[in-house]
């Protein structure tokens, strides 16, 4: 499979513990997304890269959340101290420039306990 | 400020009969629409988008900037057509991040 991946699938933590998912993007993407989706509601946008350049942030993504991607390759997203409330579903995409496909991961399920 | 709505959380229709998800979608400008559909434990994937004005797997869709919606319909649906769908938009300036809806099940019955 050439397709996006993303590792964990599923991540148990409990509060206040840190934690950093992956994704791996279509080799030649240069735009990746990390998105959030929790239970009942549609995917919500957190941050984007063009290349290893992080060029938007969404609001909800407080000072505990950070994410990187150093080599224009892979991405981490690091969220520190979690909280009841991260537990979500977190997605990557990535594309070949803009205003084209968004290609998303599985995801990696994050339960906050 | 970009906001997609689908009134629907679930639809359930039988097999053969005709289907539409609604999407409104607010935004002052010209966005460009979407629908992402994700099966039964497969990823988000697209569907359609408003401007390729193709069909997929029979589904279509058309944007009416008057109404500001852009409603999924397929005449006869078919059980492997049970997933999640959500419709979304792109803003046609500047970043084109996506903002999505809170999707519709539809439930396709023999």
């Known amino acids: 499979d050439t397709g996006v991946s993303q590792d964990p699938r599923h991540k148990i933590t409990k509060r206040g513990q840190n934690v950093t998912f992956r994704c791996d993007p279509i080799?030649?993407?240069?735009?990746l997304y990390w998105y959030r989706q929790t239970l009942g509601q549609g995917p919500e946008f957190l941050t984007y890269f063009q290349n290893e350049a992080q060029l938007e942030k969404s609001r909800l993504l407080s000072d505990r959340f950070s994410a990187e991607r150093p080599k224009g390759s892979f991405s981490t997203l690091e969220i520190q101290r979690t909280e009841q409330g991260d537990s979500a579903m977190y997605l990557c995409?990535?594309?070949?420039?803009?205003?084209?496909?968004?290609?998303f991961g599985n995801g990696t399920r994050l339960t906050v306990t | 400020a970009q906001r997609v709505t689908q009134p629907e959380k679930l639809l359930s229709v039988f097999k053969g009969a005709p289907v539409e998800l609604k999407c409104n979608y607010s935004?002052?400008?010209?966005?460009?629409l979407f629908w992402y559909v994700q099966y039964s434990r497969q990823r988000l994937q697209l569907l359609l988008r408003h401007i390729s004005r193709e069909s997929i797997k029979g589904f279509t869709a058309d944007l009416n900037k008057g109404e500001t919606s852009f409603h999924l319909k397929k005449p006869f649906a078919q059980e492997e057509d049970s997933a999640m769908y959500y419709c979304a938009l792109t803003p046609n300036t500047g970043f084109q991040k996506l903002v999505f809806g809170t999707g519709t099940r539809l439930l396709v019955s023999p």
């Open positions: 080799s030649e993407h240069n735009r």
């Open positions: 935004y002052s400008g010209s966005p460009e």
């Open positions: 995409a990535s594309s070949l420039g803009g205003r084209v496909t968004l290609h």
